[in-house]
């Protein structure tokens, strides 16, 4: 299940910008670069990021670094409404009128500075979403040739199934990770596989170097063990947990630091064995399994 001829490991560009580390137009196009070397084709953004500035910045550093559109694959994301300098909306809440998809494409395109967009994504579900109205700019858009593979994220199976009665849906890109492991058993990633959706992890370290609470507490020693086993590091050993499953999960990582973005793929290499994959998932549950 390969859909654009996307890398097996996507980049996000969330805290490339403002969110994170205001990176110089230089350091961008070293990132892009970096990532490119490495066999990371893929960018994962959203038009929010950084207060609605990241796009247009990675897209000044894009046009910058000489490097061929079709060498990259975008993606994007549409639909939250976010208060913010640039966007004083009295509250955060979300928009899939068509027009506000229309606009929130375009705008996409013009800060990203293409033509098209690989991956365009709902980001979160709304309870007012219209399945009708989504499928047919959606459709419009995809004529057009502004996307070409439209996907949703954070969506449940239902609300999953309520869009593709309108339209193909061919990605879900979903919180999971160790220590956020309910996706195991709400359905959603089950529900993918039977219907040939991807399925994109973001946050896929999860908490694990966010805080030090007891899951962190708990997966430490399970971690530090098996990284002499399989001679590597725990941001790895926790890349490697999430591509074992079959659902052949696209994890979408979000360091800025080179040697990290290497050592991501790198994970991919490693084959965990069962037990440590169940010692892993019983130090972050607190139990064995049933
Ligand atoms: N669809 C959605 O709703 C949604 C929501 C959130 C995020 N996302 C996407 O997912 C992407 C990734 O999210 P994320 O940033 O939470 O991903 P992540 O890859 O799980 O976490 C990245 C964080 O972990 C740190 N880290 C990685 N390896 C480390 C190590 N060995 N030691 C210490 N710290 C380490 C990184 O710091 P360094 O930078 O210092 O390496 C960075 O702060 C975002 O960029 C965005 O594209 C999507």
Same mark, same amino acid.
């Given at each position: 299940?390969n859909?654009?001829?996307? %890398?097996?490991?996507?980049s996000g560009?969330?805290?490339?910008?403002?969110?994170?580390e205001?990176?110089?137009?230089?350091?961008?196009?070293e990132?892009?670069?970096?990532?490119?070397?490495t066999?990371?084709?893929?960018?994962?953004?959203?038009?929010?990021?950084?207060?609605?500035?990241?796009?247009r910045?990675?897209?000044?550093?894009?046009?910058?670094s000489?490097i061929?559109?079709?060498?990259i694959?975008?993606i994007?994301?549409?639909?939250?409404?976010? @208060?913010?300098?640039?966007?004083?909306?009295?509250i955060?809440?979300?928009?899939?009128?068509?027009?506000?998809?229309?606009?929130?494409?375009?705008n996409?395109?013009?800060?990203?500075?293409t033509?098209?967009?690989?991956?365009?994504l709902?980001?979160?579900?709304?309870?007012?979403?219209?399945?009708d109205?989504?499928?047919?700019?959606?459709?419009?858009?995809?004529?057009e040739? /502004?996307?070409?593979?439209?996907?949703?994220?954070?969506?449940?199976?239902?609300?999953?199934?309520?869009?593709k009665?309108n339209i193909?849906?061919?990605?879900?890109?979903?919180e999971?990770?160790?220590?956020?492991?309910?996706?195991?058993?709400d359905?959603?990633?089950?529900?993918?596989?039977t219907?040939?959706i991807?399925?994109?992890?973001?946050? @896929?370290?999860?908490?694990y170097?966010?805080?030090?609470?007891?899951?962190?507490?708990?997966?430490?020693?399970?971690?530090?063990?098996?990284?002499?086993?399989?001679?590597?590091?725990?941001?790895?050993?926790?890349?490697?947990?999430?591509?074992?499953h079959?659902?052949?999960?696209?994890?979408?990582?979000?360091t800025?630091?080179?040697?990290?973005?290497?050592? %991501?793929?790198?994970?991919?290499?490693?084959?965990?064995?069962?037990?440590?994959w169940?010692?892993l998932?019983e130090a972050?549950?607190? /139990?064995?399994?049933?």
């Amino acid at each position: 299940m390969n859909k654009s001829n996307q %890398s097996r490991i996507i980049s996000g560009v969330m805290n490339w910008g403002k969110w994170g580390e205001n990176l110089s137009n230089n350091k961008m196009i070293e990132l892009i670069e970096c990532n490119i070397e490495t066999g990371i084709n893929t960018f994962d953004h959203a038009d929010i990021y950084g207060g609605y500035t990241t796009e247009r910045e990675f897209g000044e550093a894009f046009k910058s670094s000489g490097i061929q559109r079709d060498k990259i694959k975008l993606i994007t994301k549409c639909g939250i409404q976010y @208060p913010c300098d640039s966007k004083p909306f009295k509250i955060k809440y979300y928009d899939y009128s068509s027009k506000h998809i229309r606009y929130s494409v375009e705008n996409s395109l013009k800060n990203l500075k293409t033509d098209y967009i690989d991956i365009f994504l709902l980001h979160r579900p709304s309870p007012l979403m219209r399945n009708d109205e989504i499928a047919e700019i959606i459709s419009k858009l995809k004529n057009e040739g /502004k996307i070409k593979i439209f996907g949703l994220s954070n969506f449940t199976e239902p609300q999953i199934k309520l869009i593709k009665k309108n339209i193909d849906v061919e990605y879900n890109q979903i919180e999971c990770s160790l220590t956020n492991s309910e996706f195991l058993s709400d359905g959603v990633i089950d529900f993918c596989q039977t219907k040939n959706i991807n399925i994109m992890a973001w946050s @896929p370290l999860g908490s694990y170097f966010k805080k030090i609470d007891n899951i962190h507490k708990r997966i430490e020693p399970v971690l530090k063990k098996l990284q002499e086993k399989y001679s590597c590091s725990d941001d790895q050993l926790l890349l490697a947990w999430l591509m074992k499953h079959p659902a052949h999960i696209l994890p979408v990582i979000g360091t800025t630091k080179k040697e990290r973005i290497k050592a %991501s793929m790198e994970a991919i290499k490693i084959n965990m064995d069962y037990v440590d994959w169940f010692s892993l998932l019983e130090a972050s549950k607190g /139990k064995r399994v049933a």
